[in-house]
């Protein structure tokens, strides 16, 4: 699977961002967000199925950013609303073929700034 994020940039707090990550290659079964700062290791955000309507999300989002996707264009979204400076981080996207497993495929990330 091949992932190519984009939609990063500048925002002021409480602003808006909207993340794309559009997949190729094989099937896959869940897209997950994950985001990364210098100073903190690797975290999740939230994740979707690619069939169904399942989601999940990391408490600190939770009611602030939406996950989606769109099957025709394999690609999947992540709407990121009322932004705060400690949202500022490196957002990568990622694939996993199945539950149960780890996400094996990763794009290169896409930088989102908060700014207060």
């Known amino acids: 699977v091949q992932l190519q994020a984009s939609g990063g940039g500048l925002v002021q707090a409480g602003g808006f961002l909207r993340l794309s990550c559009t997949a190729s290659?094989?099937?896959?079964?869940?897209m997950g967000w994950f985001r990364q700062t210098p100073v903190a290791e690797r975290e999740f955000v939230a994740s979707?199925?690619?069939?169904?309507?399942?989601?999940n999300y990391a408490d600190p989002v939770k009611g602030r950013f939406t996950v989606s996707r769109d099957n025709a264009k394999n690609t999947g979204y992540l709407q990121m609303t009322s932004l705060r400076p400690e949202d500022t981080a490196v957002y990568y996207c990622?694939?996993?073929?199945?539950?149960?497993?780890?996400?094996?495929?990763w794009g290169q990330g896409t930088l989102v700034t908060v700014s207060s």
């Open positions: 979707i199925a690619w069939t169904g309507d399942w989601t």
């Open positions: 990622a694939a996993k073929l199945e539950n149960g497993r780890g996400y094996a495929y």
């Open positions: 290659g094989r099937a896959f079964a869940y």
